[in-house]
Nanobody, 118 residues
Framework: QVQLVESGGGLVQAGGSLRLSCVAS????????VGWYRQPPGKQRELVAT???????SYADSVKGRFTISSDNAQSTVYLQMNSLKPEDSGVYYC????????????WGQGTQVTVSS
């Protein structure tokens, strides 16, 4: 069973930066997209950023211009560079790798906590 391991979360002051990493325990084939989601306290999980196998990126409006998603060529490692952090960016961040075929399947990491103090 493939596992995704996230790292890089922590406590940072508003305006600071963090870089999240997500590594798959082994290469996942037929990846169509990788991404980061977050779950603020008391709220539902929401999409933060994605990057497709064709290198197209998409960001939530709230993080555009501040966050950058990237991945290696095999898309088994995913990064999220977070700059100019705000308290509302706080939450548990989850890595996602989406396999397209033979059957669609979502791999999830265990989550890493990001806390931005004001």
């Amino acid at each position: 069973q493939v596992q995704l391991v996230e790292s890089g979360g922590g406590l940072v002051q508003a305006g600071g930066s963090l870089r999240l990493s997500c590594v798959a325990s082994r290469r996942i084939i037929n990846v169509v997209a990788v991404g980061w989601y977050r779950q603020p306290p008391g709220k539902q999980r929401e999409l933060v950023a994605t990057i497709t196998s064709g290198s197209s990126t998409s960001y939530a409006d709230s993080v555009k211009g501040r966050f950058t998603i990237s991945s290696d060529n095999a898309q088994s490692t995913v990064y999220l560079q977070m700059n100019s952090l705000k308290p509302e960016d706080s939450g548990v961040y989850y890595c996602n790798i989406k396999r397209g075929w033979p059957t669609s399947y979502d791999y999830w990491g265990q989550g890493t906590q990001v806390t931005v103090s004001s």
